[in-house]
């Protein structure tokens, strides 16, 4: 049975039917058409689909999508504007933080998760945290830079 | 990969729960999800119904209670570990619960869900897909257990961090049902059978941990080896208790057996003694002793034994060093 939501995502509105057996990932995706959140390994251990909920970084493919009803979502879409880059996406690009790019939402969103939590982490926090984000091609050196640059460079949230 | 199909509650007290669990045999509780989710998607759980407790108001705090600690169900790992009297008064729990799977599954999941997670096996935590390579395993519903060769029996693990913890601090579950609320000792909720690892009646659910206050005036630590370090589940993990002033000590171990273990002998052991690297060692070799694990990972039973004595080593040095003996 299929049941009418709406979710606020990137702080608009959307509605849609939904089964209750779909994931947030799927409605992200197939209802909404948001690409940026992707799918990997889909069963919450790559890391590639994590979202924030609350402020706070969820794996999207494993969170049902009725249990984010009432819940503030923030996909990469949501970050920085069509003109300007969010600092962590700047820094990316800057530090040569990836590569075939498929992880960099998932690993975005972690990092902006982990500095608003504790805007002057250790890079040994970070690399704590982001530990779930997994990368096939970079080897994380450079993204662990990258989130640390930020990090430095912040002053207030990010 | 889909979830299979099932009917959604979303109950807004404790009670509306159960009389959802009673009327419906063959609904799950759903809180966090980052065990079941995955579990559903492989297809070696199919529940029927589904109830998302996460609505019910107040099962999420760690609150002082009578000088001991009381954390509800709900409260998710970060917090656990994150809430100050833990990471001070209840390191074994604070470590446990920021070793569980990555950052965003402590983000996601609950003190109790962690508790009443699934067993685990190399030949059940599969897709549907690698399982249809033979025919299913007695816990996923076929008839032989693949680890043991034996028919009828299931030998999957009890990997959970926390519960060892839990364990060690002496910690007792409250558990609220249609007919009230009952509390009962950590080790109770096991049964120590792998197809269904819980002595939990059909209607109940987990709704509040408490850990007495005598547990805090100890010190504690929980250790685990695991493949990467930072995100996966315990080859083996071992909690550790100490009352130095009392020469009181605590063991308990996970992923070595199909429930969550203290090691008693071991603990018989040390007792009333005062640590030395002789007795460490006796210990260490008892400790091993005490759990039965076989071949439900890709890790030798044998290695697993080795690593019992190693992480009750370890981990009782630290303590002694942090207690300057």
């Not at chain 2, 999420?60 to 954390?71: D, F, K, P, Q, T």
């Amino acid at each position: 049975m299929k049941v009418g939501i709406t979710l606020n995502i990137n702080g608009d509105m959307y509605e849609a039917l939904v089964g209750a057996n779909q994931t947030l990932l799927e409605v992200l995706r197939d209802k909404f058409g948001l690409m940026g959140t992707k799918r990997g390994c889909d069963l919450g251990a790559c890391g590639a689909c994590t979202v924030l909920v609350d402020g706070e970084a969820h794996l999207s493919c494993i969170m049902l999508a009725v249990d984010a009803v009432d819940r503030e979502i923030v996909t990469i879409e949501g970050l920085g504007t069509r003109t300007g880059l969010h600092p962590l996406q700047k820094a990316f690009v800057e530090k040569g933080a990836l590569q075939c790019g498929f992880c960099t939402p998932g690993m975005i969103m972690t990092a902006k998760s982990a500095l608003d939590e504790d805007p002057h982490p250790t890079e040994e926090a970070i690399k704590k945290k982001m530990a779930g984000n997994l990368c096939r091609c970079t080897g994380y050196t450079k993204i662990v830079e990258a989130v640390m640059s930020v990090a430095e460079n912040e002053e207030g949230g990010v | 990969m889909r979830l299979p199909k099932f009917e959604y509650f979303e109950p807004a007290t404790v009670d509306e729960a159960s009389s959802i669990l009673l009327d419906r045999p063959g609904a799950k509780i759903l809180a966090g999800g980052t065990d079941l989710l995955v579990n559903m998607k492989h297809r070696v759980e199919t529940p029927a119904v589904l109830v998302n407790i996460k609505k019910i108001p107040n099962l999420s705090y760690v609150r002082s209670e009578n000088g001991g600690l009381a954390i509800g169900a709900l409260t998710r790992l970060k917090k656990v570990f994150g809430h100050p009297d833990v990471a001070d008064r209840a390191g074994a729990l604070a470590g446990a619960a920021s070793s569980v799977g990555s950052y965003h599954h402590q983000t996601m999941g609950t003190l109790g869900g962690n508790v009443l997670q699934q067993t685990r096996c190399k030949f059940f935590n599969q897709s549907k897909w690698w399982r249809s390579s033979r025919p299913l395993c007695y816990k996923a519903g076929g008839e032989m257990c693949y680890v043991v060769n034996k028919k009828e029996t299931c030998f999957s693990s009890y990997c959970g961090d926390v519960a060892p913890a839990l364990l060690v601090l002496d910690a007792s579950a409250t558990l609220s049902g249609a007919n009230g609320t009952r509390s009962v000792k950590l080790s109770e909720l096991y049964s120590g059978e792998g197809r269904k690892p819980l002595q939990i009646k059909l209607e109940e659910t987990l709704t509040e941990i408490t850990i007495p206050a005598e547990s805090l005036r100890g010190i504690s630590v929980y250790r685990k080896v695991a493949n990467r370090e930072s995100i996966d589940f315990p080859i083996v993990g071992a909690a550790v208790w100490a009352s130095f002033d009392k020469k009181e000590y605590r063991v308990a171990y996970t992923a070595v057996d199909r429930k969550p273990v203290r090691a008693l002998k071991a603990e018989e052991l040390l007792n009333g003694e005062d640590l030395n690297d002789a007795l460490l060692d006796e210990a260490a070799a008892l400790a091993a002793k005490e759990a039965t694990p076989v071949k439900s990972s890709l890790y030798a039973p044998s290695y697993k034994r080795k690593m019992m004595g190693t992480l009750l080593k370890t981990s009782l040095r630290e303590l002694m060093g942090r207690a300057g003996q």
